[in-house]
């Protein structure tokens, strides 16, 4: 439990987080179920058909789920499972799925974070490593961002002699409208310490495209 303030949200503590209790307060719900109300309007749906009747109740609790990165804290996460370990060598933790949303139209990016650091005498809990990346992917974004988001939590909570962190991800805003590629994947990366020097990016960069098994 990160603090009193946060529920949480499955009884499956490797699935999910916390949400913040405040986060699904029933008049931010009402507020925000108006305001869909109006926009299935003017979209041109009829809000008081039955199948959309619960509607844009579901989509504010689907909204503020999606967004509910705002509200936590990713260092704190990090800062509660740190612990001293002599292990020097590259740590990574791969294939985490990402789900986001593009900042300019409010439409998901998915797709896989490859995440790496090597520890200078303290390592974290390994799961708190895929809770960073919902933190940060739970918010409106752009994919540079993420990116860059997830390797400075890492490098300010853990003080290890660097971090690595690959992200590559569909985005439909590109699929679904706009420019239309349905097979574009972006890949974006950030590095710091170790990782600027080519030797170490490369284990890093050969151990993710490394198929297991
Ligand atoms: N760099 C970056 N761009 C993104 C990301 N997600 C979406 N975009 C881009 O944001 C840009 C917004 O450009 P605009 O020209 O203002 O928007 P638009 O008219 O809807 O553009 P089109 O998507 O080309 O139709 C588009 O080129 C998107 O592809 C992201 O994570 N990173
Ligand atoms: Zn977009």
Redesign the pocket.
């Known amino acids: 439990m990160i603090n009193e303030n946060f529920i949480k949200d499955t009884d499956d503590d490797d699935v999910e987080g916390y949400i913040k209790i405040d986060r699904y307060n029933p008049e931010l719900i009402s507020s925000l179920s108006t305001h869909y109300h109006e926009i299935l309007k003017e979209l041109g749906e009829n809000p008081e058909r039955e199948g959309l009747l619960k509607t844009p109740e579901r989509i504010a609790k689907a909204m503020l789920y999606l967004t509910q990165g705002y509200d936590l804290d990713a260092k704190a996460i990090m800062a509660s499972a740190v612990f001293k370990e002599d292990y020097s060598q590259m740590v990574i933790v791969k294939d985490i799925e990402v789900y986001s949303m ?4 409010m ?1 998901p ?1 998915f797709g896989k974070a490859h995440v790496a650091y090597i520890p200078n005498g303290h390592v974290v809990g390994l799961s708190k490593i895929p809770r960073i990346v919902d933190v940060f992917a739970r918010r409106l ?6 990116t860059n988001d997830i390797r400075d939590c890492i490098q300010d909570a853990l003080d290890p002699l660097g971090v690595g962190v690959v992200i590559e ?1 569909r ?1 439909l ?2 699929s679904m ?3 239309q590629k349905q097979n574009s994947v ?1 890949t ?1 990366s950030a590095f710091t310490g170790e990782f600027l020097k080519e030797k170490t990016r490369t284990e890093f960069l050969n151990l993710i495209s490394a198929k297991l098994g």
């Open positions: 593009c900042e300019h139209h439409l990016f974004q752009v994919q540079e961002r993420l991800c985005h805003c590109m409208r706009g420019v972006t974006t």
